[in-house]
């Protein structure tokens, strides 16, 4: 079949696309950075693990690029990826702006503080021209802001166990935690039993088999042993259970004074005893202290109690709780508000509710009792202290009186109002708030406050007003603003009988409640490609604004922008009482390699067939042929015929063009004879394309004696060469063919001279 097409022609192509494109013939080439050894510290040797603290934080890496030279005001930045070795969000660790005429250097640089993981990589980005280089290999790295020995015990209590020991019984556990770091949740952790590491990373482990436990912090397969994180040793041991509980009833009523002592069953023989109550320790552990006695004259003695046990060949063991509770026991309630503002000429009335059997009851006053006041209610008309003592009477105990709750009934000299808003309020970033109502105090003519807000909210009048101005209906205790056109100082001011009040003042400051948007023709820079310009869905005329980069404000006057180096890109408009921030345009670096082929551009097929190949990664493509004919336009073509092909793709303003050559793939087989005799015929071993010219194949030869005299990947027909010497008419070698480290192809060839 006739081959299509010139080699002549596809390379003008090509070089039109890269002269008028965004060719990178003539581009500058960044080489990915690699450590390099510390000056300061006399180091020889690059690094190949980072582990820094706070007193020492100083890394080298060298970065080399070759020419042509970059712009003046070129900056050359040092990226950190994420731990997995993803650059969506890199860290910049440093910039060099002096190194614009060398091309080998070095960059110094700090971990930053939160720096923890196995696969850290770095890269440097140019700005201009903007090119990023390839990223580094993956480096073990970590920020060592604890590096103190951990110290373990049960549950994190801080409470070491004597001799380092804990005995459990068999199918029970017991939970490891350190206790002397702080935000232990925040880091990662090597558990260890016997020396064995465990799978648990977490800060606690709980634990059932006997063994020698201890922790350290987890900073990677480099940095773990410096750190000296290495904790206390815990030796866990099985025991057997004793069957541990409290003598008597689960449920135990007393009467209150009347003392009480609580026994366990088992007793004696050095046992160590810890009494608790309501989860919480209140005695031991004490040895041999298996009875514990209950204060009852105490208020509050009822609750739950249940005593743990441990010595020499028993288990850590605790019982289940029993409950003591008061025999005749009652509640008494306040049914009024604490505390009380008594206006002149008026009577409140105070009362309780009682679950005492037959009560009796006596109020007192400022610890006075009251003459006849002997009933659940009382009517007041003067200020002071109050309560009443209600007293049961019947039952099998005799109950001492319980006072209520006191109130507090004042009479005011003024009233001081408070007011705030509603539910999260932050300045400039609310649309809409809400302002209500928080306290109100009686202030006494000493200055004394008394908190009267439950008592008196309902009985003030109210109004909003607005910069000094009275608001229009504004009269409840809360206000709702939804527009910036509200924004400004708002106070409430409330009136109840002859006195009046003004609270503290709010500053209301409200986002326009409206969006701003900006769109760029492209977010992709490329070098010789068409400007990325950013313009706003809003006309800017005469309006106050500016046009930020990574933060910085970079323009002021110009309602649209050429974006000419990467970064995020925003627009803030100053026309309210808040700046009101668009949406963010990040304009990032071209980089060639988002072109994706599925196939090799150097492409072999058997006449009569079709190979397709398929590109993925741009926005379009454009499929020429050797005679600059568009032949397609979709991701992928089907070829039929050998010869040169251009594909052309597209990624918004940049375009990058990739030369396919396709061939026949040679028909004959692997020779195995030659005649190395200089006659320029059947001089060399020529392999058929399929294993010829590929970087993926590799060719070997060995001498009869099994010796390699000749191996070369992307083999070019170049075997025997013009210095192999033969020490024989006749000799045989052996040849091998792999892709990959599999065999493809073996044999002998015999070369005659």
């Not at 939970?175 to 064995?196: C, E, M, Q």
């Not at 303003?653 to 020779?671: G, Q």
């Amino acid at each position: 079949m006739k081959t299509n097409g010139s080699t002549y022609s596809i390379l003008v192509l090509a070089m039109a696309f890269m002269l008028f494109g965004t060719s990178t013939l003539q581009a500058q080439v960044l080489n990915k950075p690699t450590p390099a050894p510390n000056p300061n510290i006399g180091s020889s040797r690059p690094w190949d693990a980072a582990c820094a603290s706070s007193g020492f934080n100083e890394y080298f890496v060298n970065f080399t690029w070759m020419p042509p030279m970059v712009n003046s005001n070129n900056v050359f930045i040092l990226e950190l990826s994420d731990s997995d070795g993803y650059f969506g969000s890199p860290t910049e660790l440093a910039r060099a702006s002096d190194k614009n005429a060398v091309l080998d250097f070095e960059f110094k640089f700090s971990l930053p503080a939160d720096t923890r993981g196995e696969n850290f990589k770095f890269r440097v980005r140019s700005t201009s021209p903007a090119k990023t280089s390839p990223a580094s290999d993956a480096y073990s790295m970590y920020f060592i802001d604890y590096n103190s020995p951990l110290l373990i015990s049960e549950n994190g209590s801080g409470s070491i166990p004597s001799g380092g020991e804990i005995q459990i019984c068999g199918g029970g556990s017991v939970t490891l935690k350190p206790h002397n770091i702080p935000n232990a949740s925040t880091y990662r952790y090597n558990w260890y039993r016997s020396g064995t590491l465990l799978s648990e990373k977490s800060e606690s482990i709980t634990v059932s088999d006997p063994g020698m436990y201890y922790v350290e912090l987890d900073y990677g397969s480099v940095c773990s042993g410096a750190a000296n994180t290495l904790s206390n040793y815990v030796t866990v041991n099985t025991g057997n259970s004793t069957g541990i509980a409290i003598n008597g009833a689960t449920n135990i009523e007393v009467c209150p004074g009347d003392p009480y002592m609580l026994e366990a069953n088992i007793s004696g023989q050095g046992y160590s005893y810890t009494w608790y109550k309501n989860g919480n320790v209140i005695s031991g552990p004490t040895v041999n202290g298996s009875t514990y006695t209950i204060n009852t004259s105490t208020s509050g003695f009822e609750g739950t109690y249940a005593v743990e046990i441990g010595g020499s060949g028993i288990c850590k063991e605790k019982s289940a709780a029993v409950t003591v509770s008061a025999t005749g026991s009652f509640d008494v309630t306040l049914a009024n508000q604490e505390n009380i503002v008594l206006l002149p000429s008026q009577t409140k009335t105070l009362s309780v509710n009682t679950t005492a059997t037959s009560p009796t009851y006596q109020w007192y006053k400022n610890g006075t009792a009251i003459s006849g006041a002997t009933n659940s209610s009382l009517n007041i008309n003067s200020i002071g202290e109050y309560y009443v003592e209600v007293t049961q009477n019947g039952g099998p105990c005799s109950a001492a009186p319980i006072a209520s709750t006191k109130t507090t009934v004042v009479s005011p000299d003024s009233f001081d109002i408070e007011i705030d808003f509603v539910g999260t309020y932050t300045a400039c970033e609310n649309t809409d708030a809400t302002l209500s109502l928080t306290a109100i105090h009686a202030v006494s003519d000493s200055g004394a406050k008394t908190d009267v807000t439950a008592d008196l909210q309902s009985s003030f009048s109210y109004q909003w007003k607005w910069n000094g101005n009275l608001v229009n209906g504004e009269t409840s205790k809360t206000i709702t603003l939804s527009s910036h056109e509200k924004n400004g100082s708002y106070v409430l001011t409330g009136t109840i009988d002859d006195f009046n009040a003004t609270s503290n003042t709010k500053e209301v400051k409200l986002m326009v409640n409206q969006s701003l948007q900006i769109s760029a023709n492209g977010t992709v820079l490329c070098e010789g490609g068409e400007a990325i310009v950013l313009t706003s869905s809003m006309d800017l005329s005469g309006l106050s604004f500016e046009w930020k980069k990574d933060g910085v404000v970079i323009d002021t006057s110009s309602e649209s922008l050429t974006a000419s180096e990467t970064g995020a890109y925003e627009l803030i408009l100053k026309e309210y009482d808040c700046p009101l921030a668009s949406n963010k345009v990040n304009v990032s670096a071209f980089d060639e390699s988002l072109l994706v082929l599925d196939k090799p551009k150097d492409l072999i097929i058997i006449e009569g067939e079709t190979k397709t190949i398929t590109a993925s990664g741009a926005d379009s493509y454009e499929w020429y042929d050797a005679g600059n004919n568009l032949i397609s336009s979709q991701d992928s073509y089907s070829f039929q015929e050998e010869g040169e092909y251009l594909l052309v793709a597209s990624f918004g303003t940049c375009t990058v063009s990739r030369v396919i050559t396709v061939t026949y793939r040679d028909m004959f087989a692997i020779p195995n004879v030659i005649t190395a005799n200089g006659d320029g015929i059947n001089d060399l071993w020529v392999l058929p394309n399929t294993y010829s010219r590929d970087p993926n194949v590799l060719v070997t030869i060995f001498n009869e004696r099994g010796e390699q005299v000749f191996s070369q990947a992307g083999y070019e027909n170049n075997w025997p060469q013009s210095t192999t010497s033969f020490s024989k008419q006749s000799m045989i070698f052996y040849y091998k063919i792999t892709r990959g480290g599999k065999s493809l192809k073996q044999g002998t060839i015999t070369v005659i001279k």
